[in-house]
């Protein structure tokens, strides 16, 4: 996949292209110092995959894709977070901090291969999130960058799902099965028909009158495991 790293800091340049080498299926074609650069190779190179950087000098990351006729896929790599609404807007595929991380690199870089490649792999399917992924959560005007391990419990709500962290409890339109596919069972259990509960912040489980089991999460949520899936929690956490 051809990329194009755009960023006016040499040092940063240097540090993206260290971390991208691993990945075969990125070929680095350039790279452009500022968003005037950008424009000229971009329409020379015809990059699928731009590292843009938000603030540099002249137009910023946003103006340059308003120039283009046709904006290649787009991660944003920035040193500050209050863009992250905008770039979701302007449909990026991942928004990453300075300092980047490589585990944060790599589900980026995951995103874009599922995007352009849809059927590669054995079954095609998303990558799991682990605790140390973050998610971009909106509720109505109000956003949120979560990291997973935050994450105290999932709530379904009709259509919509309730996210508990911290003393936020945004909705999403998602459904619980659609969320329940997606995270590592090793870190995430589904207790029932309502609730996915995180194992890191169970402080003590009791028995139920049903015969289920009751897990109390750090802060005092007490969410019934079904009797079904207590068989399947039990078998988790024995030996």
Request: charged share 30%.
């Given at each position: 996949?051809?990329?194009l790293i755009i960023d006016d800091e040499?040092?940063?340049?240097?540090?993206?292209?260290?971390?991208?080498?691993?990945?075969?299926?990125?070929?680095?074609?350039?790279?452009?110092?500022?968003?005037?650069?950008?424009?000229?190779?971009?329409?020379?190179?015809?990059?699928?995959?731009?590292?843009?950087?938000?603030?540099?000098?002249?137009?910023?990351?946003?103006?340059?894709?308003?120039?283009?006729?046709?904006?290649?896929?787009?991660?944003?790599?920035?040193?500050?977070?209050?863009?992250?609404?905008?770039?979701?807007?302007?449909?990026?595929?991942?928004?990453?901090?300075?300092?980047?991380?490589?585990?944060?690199?790599?589900?980026?870089?995951?995103?874009?291969?599922?995007?352009?490649?849809?059927?590669?792999?054995?079954?095609?399917?998303?990558?799991?999130?682990?605790?140390?992924?973050?998610?971009?959560?909106?509720?109505?005007?109000?956003?949120?960058?979560?990291?997973?391990?935050?994450?105290?419990?999932?709530?379904?709500?009709?259509?919509?799902?309730?996210?508990?962290?911290?003393?936020?409890?945004?909705?999403?339109?998602?459904?619980?099965?659609?969320?329940?596919?997606?995270?590592?069972?090793?870190?995430?259990?589904?207790?029932?028909?309502?609730?996915?509960?995180?194992?890191?912040?169970?402080?003590?489980?009791?028995?139920?009158?049903?015969?289920?089991?009751?897990?109390?999460?750090?802060?005092?949520?007490?969410?019934?495991?079904?009797?079904?899936?207590?068989?399947?929690?039990?078998?988790?956490?024995?030996?």
């Amino acid at each position: 996949m051809k990329t194009l790293i755009i960023d006016d800091e040499r040092l940063a340049r240097v540090e993206l292209r260290r971390l991208l080498s691993p990945y075969t299926e990125i070929e680095i074609v350039g790279e452009a110092v500022n968003t005037e650069d950008a424009l000229g190779k971009i329409r020379l190179l015809n990059p699928e995959l731009l590292f843009l950087d938000i603030q540099m000098p002249g137009m910023d990351g946003f103006e340059l894709l308003e120039k283009l006729d046709r904006a290649p896929n787009v991660i944003f790599t920035t040193a500050y977070d209050e863009f992250a609404l905008k770039a979701f807007e302007y449909n990026a595929l991942d928004y990453l901090l300075k300092p980047i991380l490589p585990r944060r690199l790599d589900g980026a870089i995951k995103k874009v291969l599922q995007k352009t490649y849809p059927n590669a792999g054995s079954t095609g399917s998303q990558s799991l999130l682990t605790e140390n992924d973050q998610i971009f959560v909106k509720d109505g005007d109000k956003c949120w960058f979560v990291r997973l391990s935050e994450v105290r419990f999932f709530e379904s709500e009709g259509n919509y799902v309730r996210i508990h962290f911290d003393h936020f409890k945004p909705l999403v339109l998602k459904s619980l099965n659609s969320i329940d596919e997606r995270l590592d069972p090793r870190s995430f259990f589904r207790a029932n028909r309502s609730f996915i509960v995180n194992l890191k912040w169970i402080e003590s489980i009791e028995t139920s009158l049903s015969g289920g089991l009751i897990v109390v999460l750090r802060g005092g949520t007490r969410i019934e495991i079904s009797r079904r899936r207590s068989l399947k929690f039990r078998e988790m956490l024995s030996l």
